[in-house]
């Protein structure tokens, strides 16, 4: 991909909305696939109440609306500002006490986990039914929006266009407990085909022959939010943010794997 095309993938520009200044990708085409829209607010005149502790609005108990999911509260329920990152807000904005945890979460894949992916890690990669892997780095793009493999060749997978995932672990660990992830398969569409193409990844040694760079990019990948999400509503569940893993564990769960199924349930639990 030529620098002048991947600036203009990357270039953004500076809103203003209702609740706040965002920073937005300049083509929405190569927005995230992790954002969320902004919601419409629920109209004051259809809220007489908070929508949390029923209080009644008057001169003195004013309503406030959560950028996150559009409902109406009073100031007791909805005095949080957090980052509301999925929304490309640049100041921490108002939230419901609901949201504020979820967003706090998603804060916490925002500030770790994406780095970790970003960075990428070696992993062994055997494509379709071949029998010969290939040691390749595998890291998200910078708008998120790709899988890039960089090998002896390369390849790129729209996130949004992968439609499983299933868990490959190892162990126990050492002195015991749960077993190890150890690599992935992905089922993903390919664009022009009515098939679905799968990848396994195993994890690999870097340059210093450690699998624990692979290792951290797998524990990443189970903290991704779920990619389109529609408006910030469909959130609207205390200290959960369902991962791209979390979003199909029917795999896991139809796939005679218990230790891989267990793995990705303590992962959504963390």
Not at 186 to 211: C, H, I, R, T, W
Not at 259 to 267: M, P
Request: with cysteine; hydrophobic share 35%; net charge positive.
């Amino acid at each position: 991909m030529s620098s002048g095309l991947a600036a203009h993938r990357d270039a953004k520009k500076l809103v203003r909305s209702p609740s706040g200044l965002r920073m937005v990708p300049e083509h929405r085409a190569f927005g995230s696939p992790f954002g969320l829209e902004e919601p419409q607010w629920v109209p004051d005149k259809e809220c007489s109440r908070c929508m949390q502790c029923e209080a009644k609005f008057d001169f003195i108990t004013r309503k406030h609306h959560c950028r996150r999911c559009g409902r109406c509260f009073c100031d007791r329920c909805c005095s949080r500002k957090v980052p509301l990152r999925r929304m490309c807000f640049v100041d921490p904005v108002r939230q419901c006490a609901s949201c504020a945890l979820v967003s706090l979460s998603e804060a916490e894949f925002y500030d770790k986990q994406l780095k970790v992916l970003l960075s990428g890690a070696t992993f062994l990669v055997t494509f379709g039914n071949s029998e010969n892997p290939e040691t390749m780095v595998c890291r998200l793009s910078n708008n998120q929006r790709c899988l890039i493999l960089d090998g002896r060749s390369r390849h790129e997978i729209e996130v949004a266009h992968i439609s499983a995932v299933r868990v490959l672990t190892e162990g126990p660990a050492p002195g015991g407990g749960s077993a190890r992830a150890a690599g992935m398969c992905l089922q993903y569409m390919v664009p022009g085909s009515e098939g679905v193409a799968q990848l396994k990844l195993m994890a690999g040694e870097d340059s210093n022959a450690s699998k624990r760079p692979a290792a951290a990019w797998l524990a990443a990948m189970h903290k991704v939010p779920c990619p389109g999400g529609g408006p910030g509503r469909v959130a609207h569940t205390p200290g959960r943010h369902p991962g791209l893993a979390q979003r199909v564990c029917s795999v896991l769960l139809t796939s005679h794997h218990p230790q891989a199924t267990k793995l990705l349930y303590e992962s959504r639990d963390q």
